[in-house]
Structures are given as structure tokens and as C-alpha cells.
């Protein structure tokens, strides 16, 4: 559902390669030339007509050029062979490079102990990228590789999907922020740091508007502060069914509740909606919800108007360590994989699964998903949802 109300941000700006890391591309990117421009040697050694290689074997051959890379050699007389270096253009016409170890010099002559054939050590011209191809397709995330490819064909600036805005707060009359005293019955803000770099590791421009408190007039006002200041509104906390959650209340008020609840644990009461037109998510207050929450539906969706084509969570299968029985809710327990990577990994869970242990996240290096009324025995496969991918 919400993928589908998803759409994606049109504004595009122009940014040098250096600044484009992490930004997504808006338009096809084509080569404008062969990548390697011309044939050049793969090895330091010797560059010589593979008609000439008995005569190397034999009598040797007189070495009438030395061709660096950067430099353009001239055309190679038969008879003769070239010094060469890895990356220098082999001279027109030459279709053979033996590598320099498996030469000896003698008497100013290069000698060929082990022969090539044609084609050896030689990587042609366009081996890489050919001058017209689609390089890098729109909705691509540039990271070093891209950026690299890019950077190879000349590209020195790419157009991209400007950065999405994303404003958050966290709501509870119990937050207190992190170098301030703990007051009695109150808590540390967690939700705000780990939202923050959940969204910022996204590529967003973060607005970050804090706590608020548990009133409708202070939670209204902040959601219409937050909405005029961008293209998303991610908040945690409030969206319950006690009468301390004015969440949703709020958000009916300036626009619309489309979701609410979600059969799921951790990270039942999920809500999203729009403050006018703005697109919203309301995230559960317990700080382990947030994160499965997160991770399952407001990355693919940031993903998705981000321009992203391909927002579905990474997974694959694990064999799992534990019995569990799950109720009419599904699950994602926080596991962490061991064992040999080549004999089959093992997901062993965090003992204590309530959604407010965020030591259990810091722990597990990702989810594994139960399906709803399952008895899960030791040994059986689940699907596994790393971590790790959160960062890309
Ligand atoms: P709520 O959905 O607002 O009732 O919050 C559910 C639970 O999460 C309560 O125990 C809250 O104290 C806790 N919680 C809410 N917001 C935060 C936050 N920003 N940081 C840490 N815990 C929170
Ligand atoms: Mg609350």
C-alpha cells in the first residue's frame, strides 16, 4: 500500500562526481567512448607480430622501441619487438605481448623462453565499455564502483534526485535528551538517534525537530511545522491506542489516516498517512519497533521516492538454532549468524525479544522473519534480513 501512494521526488540538480556519492541517478548515463580507448598490454614485457615468435624463440629479436604507458609507439617492423609496460598502447598491427618473465635478454636481444599466441596479454580496445552503451541506468545508487565508471569514460558531472527532505520527531512527555539528568520516571531519547541515522544513512537531509510532547495541540503543531519543511514526516511514539497517543488524532485533523496497525511484532501500532499532502509515517515509540518498522516499510518507501526501482529488503535463507512459536502476529527476532560460511550459517536469537530491548538490536547483526501460528524447531530454514544492508 504504501509503495504504491509512493511517488517519486521529479526535481533533479547537477552535482561533480566528487559530491555524488550516495545520490541517485535521474537519467541513463551513456558512454561517450571505448573504455580502454585503444589496445594496450596487460603485462611489462615484450610486444612483437606472432609471426616473429619462432624467430624469438630461436634467434632472438632486436629491440627497437620502449613504449610506456602514456606513450604512442610507432608501428613495430617485423623482425623486431618492443618494450612494453602494462596500460601502454601496443603499436597498430602488433597481436602479441609476452610478459617479461618469460623473456631473457641477451646481447641487446629479447629472447622468448615460454611463447604466447596471438591475442596474449593484449586487452582490446572497448574490452571494458563500448563508446554508446547505457553505462549506469536511471534509479542508479552512485557509490564507488559507479562513481568510478562513471569518472573512466570522462563524466566529470551527473544529474540526480535532489535529496529528499525528511523531518522527524519523537513524541513522549517521559524524553529526556542524552547529557541532561534523568529525572524521575523519565527516559533518554533514544528513538531520535537511532531515527536520525536510519534516515540520514538513506541519503535524506534530516530535519531534526526533536521531542514533543503528549498534547493534541503540541503534536498537530509540530506535524504541520514538520510537513512545510519537507517531502516526508517520520515520527516515533504517540501512535497507540492509549489516550497519551494523539498521533493519529492529529494527523486525521490536518489530513488523512490510511494505515494503522499492523499484524506484526515487534512494531504493531505502525501508522502512515498524509498532513495535507505530505506523506507521513508514524513509527511505534518502542525503540526495537522503530527499527523493524523502519527497515520493512519506511526505507522501501523512502527508496521509492527517492526514485529507486528495486526497494524490497535483501534476504536469503538461514538455518535456525532455536525453537519458537509465533501467535497471530508475525515475527522478526533479532538474530545474530555463526558458524562456517561454507557448512551453512546458524541464526541464534537474543534471549530477551520485547521490543523495548535495543540491546537485542545492538547485538544481532539482523532479523529472522516467523510466520504467524508457526512452531519454529531447531533446524529449520527462515529467512534471514541482514543489517548490514541498511547501510547501502
Ligand atoms: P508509545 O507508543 O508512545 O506509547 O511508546 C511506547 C514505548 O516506547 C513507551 O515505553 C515509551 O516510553 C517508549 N518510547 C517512546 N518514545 C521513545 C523514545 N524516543 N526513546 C525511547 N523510548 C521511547
Ligand atoms: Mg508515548
Redesign the pocket.
Known amino acids: 500500500m504504501l509503495l504504491e501512494q509512493a511517488h517519486p521526488l521529479e526535481d533533479s540538480e547537477r552535482v561533480p562526481l566528487r559530491d555524488a556519492a550516495g545520490r541517485i541517478l535521474i537519467q541513463d548515463l551513456l558512454s561517450p567512448i571505448d573504455v580502454p580507448g585503444f589496445d594496450n598490454s596487460a603485462m611489462d614485457g615484450y610486444a612483437l607480430h606472432s609471426s616473429d615468435m619462432a624467430l624469438a624463440q630461436t634467434r632472438g629479436l632486436v629491440i627497437s622501441q620502449r613504449i610506456p604507458a602514456g606513450v604512442q609507439g610507432k608501428p613495430l617492423q617485423t623482425g623486431s619487438a618492443a618494450r612494453i609496460f602494462t596500460g601502454a598502447p601496443v603499436p597498430e598491427g602488433v597481436d602479441t605481448v609476452v610478459m617479461q618473465e618469460a623473456c631473457r635478454i641477451e646481447n641487446d636481444r629479447v629472447f622468448v623462453d615460454k611463447p604466447a599466441g596471438a591475442g596474449a596479454n593484449i586487452r582490446p580496445r572497448g574490452n571494458d565499455i563500448t563508446a554508446g552503451i547505457t553505462l549506469l541506468h536511471a534509479g542508479t545508487i552512485l557509490r564507488a564502483a559507479q562513481l568510478g565508471l562513471a569518472a573512466s569514460v570522462g563524466i566529470a558531472e551527473v544529474e540526480v534526485r535532489r535529496r529528499l527532505r525528511v523531518a522527524i520527531f ?3 512527555d ?2 529526556i535528551e542524552p547529557g541532561q539528568p534523568l529525572a524521575p520516571g523519565h ?6 538517534y537511532l531515527l536520525h541515522d536510519l534516515v540520514a544513512t538513506q541519503g535524506c537531509k534530516v530535519v531534526d525537530l526533536g ?1 514533543i510532547a503528549d498534547s493534541l495541540d503540541a503534536t498537530r503543531a509540530a506535524l504541520s511545522t514538520a510537513a512545510a519543511m519537507a517531502d516526508l514526516v517520520i515520527t ?5 491506542v ?1 489516550e ?2 494523539h498521533v493519529k488524532a492529529a494527523l486525521q485533523s490536518l489530513g488523512n489516516l490510511t494505515l494503522w496497525r499492523v499484524r506484526m511484532k515487534p512494531g504493531k ?1 505502525l501508522a502512515s498517512g498524509r498532513i495535507g499532502s505530505v506523506p507521513f509515517i508514524g513509527l ?4 526495537v519497533s522503530v527499527f523493524v518498522t523502519f527497515l520493512l516499510f519506511a526505507r522501501p518507501y523512502l527508496q521509492r521516492l527517492q526514485g529507486r526501482v528495486e526497494t524490497t529488503p535483501q534476504s536469503w535463507p538461514v538455518t535456525v538454532g532455536f525453537d519458537h512459536r509465533t501467535t497471530d502476529r508475525r515475527e522478526y527476532l533479532r538474530v545474530r549468524l555463526s558458524g562456517d560460511p561454507l557448512r551453512g550459517l546458524t541464526a541464534e536469537k537474543f534471549p530477551r525479544q520485547g521490543s ?1 530491548v535495543l540491546s537485542s538490536v545492538a547485538w544481532a547483526d539482523g532479523l529472522v522473519e516467523v510466520a504467524e501460528n508457526t512452531q519454529v524447531h531447531s533446524g529449520d530454514t527462515l529467512r534471514y534480513l541482514p543489517f548490514s544492508e541498511w547501510a547501502r
Open positions: 519523537s513524541t513522549g517521559e524524553l527516559i533518554y531519547n533514544s528513538n531520535r521531542s516515533s511514539g504517540g501512535v497507540s492509549g497519551e497517543d501500532p511505534p515509540g518502542n525503540p523495548d
